[in-house]
């Protein structure tokens, strides 16, 4: 996943005075084990990720993949709370998922929470 960083380049081209025109996007590309977890190296991203969020512990694009690695290894109350505390982050932005789709990391927090839910309630039946 990519949370939103190119700008340098585009600020040092404005000038100094200019007339007010579109915002400028930002993009940030993160490191959040997405190719540990693509080639199921789940432990190897749970321990990257338990150890970036102790420098950044309410980064919503670190505590949504916390809960899918949390969930494939088979820990899904710890995939819930990693999910809530992401959906609970006073950090927002948008997040690019796999399919290439861009959306709010508090929407992503959630949608992956009811999945959670959703497969807890199919392997209980």
Same mark, same amino acid.
């Given at each position: ?5 190119? =700008? ?5 081209? *404005? ?5 007010p025109?579109?915002?400028? &996007?930002?993009? &940030?590309?993160? *490191?959040?084990? %997405? #190719?540990? =977890?693509?080639? $199921?190296e ?5 321990? @990257? =990720? ?7 512990? +309410? #980064?919503?694009?670190? !505590?949504?993949?916390? $809960?899918?690695? %949390?969930?494939?290894a $088979?820990?899904? &109350?710890?995939? +819930?709370?990693? %999910?809530? @505390? ?6 927002? %932005? *948008?997040?690019?998922?796999?399919? $290439?789709?861009? !959306? #709010? ?6 949608? +992956? =929470? #009811? ?5 807890? &309630?199919?392997?209980?039946?």
């Amino acid at each position: 996943m990519i949370a939103s960083v190119i =700008l340098a380049a585009l600020l040092a081209a *404005q000038p100094e005075t200019s007339l007010p025109g579109p915002e400028l &996007e930002m993009i &940030e590309h993160k *490191q959040v084990s %997405y #190719d540990a =977890l693509v080639n $199921g190296e789940t432990e190897r991203a749970i321990a @990257a =990720l338990e150890a970036r969020l102790l420098e950044e512990p +309410a #980064d919503p694009a670190l !505590l949504i993949n916390l $809960g899918a690695a %949390y969930a494939r290894a $088979g820990r899904p &109350e710890r995939a +819930a709370a990693a %999910y809530r @505390a992401a959906i609970d982050s006073p950090t927002r %932005y *948008q997040l690019e998922l796999a399919d $290439g789709r861009w !959306l #709010d990391s508090r929407r992503v927090a959630r949608m +992956a =929470l #009811d999945r959670l839910a959703t497969s807890a &309630e199919m392997a209980a039946r």
